[in-house]
C-alpha cells in the first residue's frame, strides 16, 4: 500500500506495478485519486490519518506500507502513528527534514527517506571526485561504485588492507565491457575498473578519497 500520490508516491507506486505488484494507492484528494485510478490495482480517497478509515479499506491486512506524504507535516506524522497502531510490520515514510526523519521514527516508521537530501549528496559525492553513484543506506552504512584509478591500478585489492584501514569491503569490480564479479584480496585493478565499495559512510568516504587523492 502507498499512501500519499505526490511525485515520491506515485514514482514508487508506478515503480512497484511495474515490478507486478498490486499496489492499493491512497490520496486525501478525490482528484488526484481519479488521474491515477487506472494506474494501479485500486486507488481510493481516504483521510489517512483516520486509524478507524485504515481499518476499514484492510490497512491492517498489509505487511510493507510506504508514506508519501511531505509537505503536510501533521498529516505524515499522524499516518504514520495510525499504521503504527494498527501493527504494520513495515512503515517507510518520507521525510522532508532532519526533525521530521527524527519525529516520524519516534511514532513508529521504521524506515524514514529524505528523497531531495538524498539526492543532493548522491550528486556532490560523484561530483567531487572517482565515485560515480553513492548511496547510504542509514546514518552509518553506505554502499559506492567508484573509478579506479592510476595509483592503484596493476595492483591487488589485498595490497590496500581495507578492512583493517577504511572497515570498508569491496564488494566487486567491473572490467571494461563486462559484468559486476565478485572481489577477492587477489584481483588485480586495471585501468578502466569500477569498484563496488560498501561499508560505514566515513571509511566507504575515506577509502575513496584515497583514489581520488
Known amino acids: 500500500m502507498v499512501i500519499g500520490l505526490g ?7 508506478r515503480s512497484l506495478t511495474s515490478m507486478g505488484h498490486e499496489i492499493l494507492a491512497v490520496d486525501s484528494d ?7 485510478a487506472n494506474e494501479f490495482t485500486q ?27 511531505g509537505s503536510d507535516l501533521e498529516a505524515s506524522v499522524l499516518t504514520v502513528l495510525s499504521l503504527a497502531e494498527l501493527g504494520i510490520t513495515e512503515i ?19 524506515y ?27 546514518d552509518d552504512f553506505a554502499i559506492a561504485r ?6 592503484i591500478t596493476g595492483r591487488q585489492l589485498g595490497e590496500f588492507d ?12 567491473k572490467r571494461a565491457d563486462a559484468a559486476f564479479e ?7 585493478i586495471e585501468p578502466t575498473d569500477e569498484l563496488i565499495v560498501s561499508g560505514p559512510k566515513s571509511g566507504v568516504e575515506s577509502f575513496c578519497g584515497l583514489l581520488q587523492s
Open 146 to 151: 567508484t573509478r579506479a584509478v592510476p595509483r
Open 30 to 36: 478525490p482528484v488526484v485519486v481519479q488521474r491515477y
Open 162 to 173: 581495507t578492512q583493517s584501514k577504511y572497515g570498508v569491503t569491496v564488494l566487486g569490480v
Open 43 to 69: 486507488c481510493l480517497a481516504l483521510d489517512s490519518t483516520d486509524t478507524e478509515a485504515l481499518q476499514q479499506i484492510g490497512a491492517a491486512d498489509f505487511s510493507r506500507v510506504v508514506v508519501g506524504i
Open 112 to 138: 524514514v527517506v529524505r528523497p531531495e537530501s538524498d539526492m543532493g549528496e548522491r550528486v556532490a559525492h560523484k561530483l567531487t571526485g572517482a565515485m560515480i553513484d553513492f548511496m547510504q543506506f542509514d
Open 7 to 13: 511525485r515520491f508516491g506515485y514514482s514508487v507506486a
Open 182 to 188: 565478485q572481489a577477492s584480496p587477489q584481483t588485480t
Open 92 to 110: 517507510w515514510a518520507k521525510a522532508v527534514s532532519r526533525k521530521h526523519s527524527s519525529i516520524l521514527e519516534r511514532v513508529g516508521a521504521h
